[in-house]
């Protein structure tokens, strides 16, 4: 499986996800820098976590406009895999290709702790290593975490079964609706979610929860 990685100004989960990927995978993927046009021959596009542009204007809003963005799209619709962990996933709202928005955390103030995700769905290669209603622990560190979809959207996105993990036990951290952590697109082949699996995949980070989601992209064939 080849992967890509995209460097946005500010990011800082970068080499984290790259690290993830290698641990998973054996193979280390390419660093696309966000001012580029073209992608290398990939499977998969990551857009990593951080704090691009600085979060600045809505979180993720800057950088779902940069270079690289339209060269991510026809990726994914030529049959290629987008992964977008918390500013990842916010980029992948901004630039529409995810539903819904991620808003200020309820609480209004930066949440960085460890919550519990329930699996919604195995059937995807994001989450194929993991048990349907397997409960797992991941890192979440964000401001802007409050997934938010209006009533027409949310009722899509539920029927379809675009939901992949919810958080668990209570321990909702920003008040996102329905405890919506992370969404598909209608193929499956795009994943945004909050948590942070890259952040607890060897012992000394506490666990290897989500090495599971990195683990279930290493065969991956285009679809």
Not at 28 to 51: C, E, K
Not at 156 to 181: C, H, K, L, M, W
Not at 195 to 202: D, K, S, V
Request: net charge negative.
């Amino acid at each position: 499986m080849k992967s890509a990685v995209i460097v946005f100004p500010g990011s800082n989960r970068d080499r984290d996800v790259a690290t993830a990927l290698k641990v998973a995978t054996g193979i280390d993927p390419v660093f696309v820098w966000h001012a580029d046009t073209d992608l290398p021959d990939v499977d998969l596009v990551v857009l990593p976590g951080g704090f691009s542009y600085g979060d600045y204007l809505r979180s993720g809003a800057i950088a779902a406009r940069a270079a690289i963005m339209p060269a991510v799209a026809a990726h994914h619709a030529r049959g290629g895999y987008v992964l977008g962990i918390c500013n990842g996933f916010q980029i992948l709202t901004e630039s529409g290709l995810l539903p819904g928005a991620l808003m200020r955390n309820a609480g209004l103030r930066f949440v960085c702790r460890k919550v519990k995700l329930s699996i919604e769905r195995t059937d995807t290669a994001f989450t194929r290593t993991y048990r349907k209603g397997q409960v797992i622990s991941c890192p979440v560190a964000h401001h802007d975490g409050n997934y938010f979809a209006d009533p027409e959207t949310l009722d899509r996105i539920e029927g379809n079964g675009q939901v992949v993990f919810r958080y668990a036990e209570g321990t909702n951290p920003n008040g996102s609706v329905n405890d919506i952590a992370g969404i598909a697109d209608e193929t499956g082949r795009i994943l945004g979610m909050m948590p942070h699996p890259e952040n607890l995949i060897a012992d000394h980070q506490g666990g290897r929860d989500g090495l599971g989601l990195f683990a279930g992209l290493a065969d991956l064939q285009p679809a």
